[in-house]
């Protein structure tokens, strides 16, 4: 089953706009992490946030993790056209064996 | 450069013949995973290799089988497709198992069911 849901599910923005996505899970995890997908395409690693941060920044991207809320964001500043695509949160529910389960994934697009 | 290749990238099958899709790395990493993707939903875990142990997962259907002859090539074996089997179907790789390790992805295969 579905370990989270991202919100919202999609997202439209301009050029130079920020965007937030917000991803909930239901499980204990070790680490949250996002990926991108381009249409058609396989996913991207962006970044991981173990479950002892609260905050991590690559780039423009910038994560947050409420473990007590069971919630994290993904935070894209000063949006480029090239962003748009899927953005999925994953998470490991706890286990140490290395699976990932995702949730259903924000679509993101930027007009230029 | 170090990737995930997937071959073929579409992949079109009548019902009830099997089909093999293939997947490939020149990361030289331990674990492979394939991933079953449809339209809008979340990429759902079938199973994975670690080395050569393998993992299925609980809910994974028994028509979806799985080979990993050596480290670089893993193959994804569905034996009597049905039309709810059409997705695209991600493989992806990690050094290792344990926490926090980032997954690689090749690009899909898309499979269409006819």
């Known amino acids: 089953s579905q370990q989270g849901e991202e919100d919202p599910q999609a997202l439209s923005i301009q050029e130079g706009e920020n965007a937030t996505m917000n991803c909930s899970y239901k499980t204990s995890i070790n680490n949250l992490q996002w990926y991108r997908q381009n249409s058609g395409r396989g996913l991207v690693h962006l970044i991981l946030?173990?479950?002892?941060?609260r905050e991590k920044h690559s780039g423009r991207l910038r994560v947050t993790l409420d473990t007590s809320k069971k919630s994290s964001s993904l935070l894209i500043t000063a949006s480029r056209a090239a962003d748009t695509a899927s953005y999925f949160c994953?998470?490991?529910?706890?286990?140490?064996?290395?699976?990932?389960?995702f949730g259903r994934g924000t679509q993101l697009t930027v007009w230029p | 450069d170090a990737m995930v290749i997937q071959n073929p990238r579409y992949q079109v099958t009548q019902f009830g013949k099997p089909v093999t899709l293939s997947c490939s790395q020149t990361?030289?990493?331990?674990?492979m995973y394939w991933y079953q993707q449809k339209s809008s939903q979340a990429p759902k875990l079938l199973f994975h290799y670690y080395d050569k142990d393998f993992n299925n997962e609980a809910d994974t259907p028994d028509n979806f089988q799985s080979r990993r002859p050596n480290t670089s090539f893993c193959f994804l074996d569905i034996r009597s497709p049905g039309l709810g089997d059409a997705a695209m179907y991600l493989c992806?790789?990690?050094?290792?198992?344990?926490?926090?390790?980032?997954?690689?992805f090749g690009p899909g295969t898309r499979l269409t069911v006819l």
């Open positions: 994953a998470t490991d529910r706890g286990s140490t064996l290395g699976r990932l389960y």
């Open positions: 990361l030289n990493h331990n674990v």
């Open positions: 946030i173990r479950s002892n941060e």
């Open positions: 992806a790789t990690s050094r290792d198992l344990g926490q926090g390790n980032e997954q690689f």
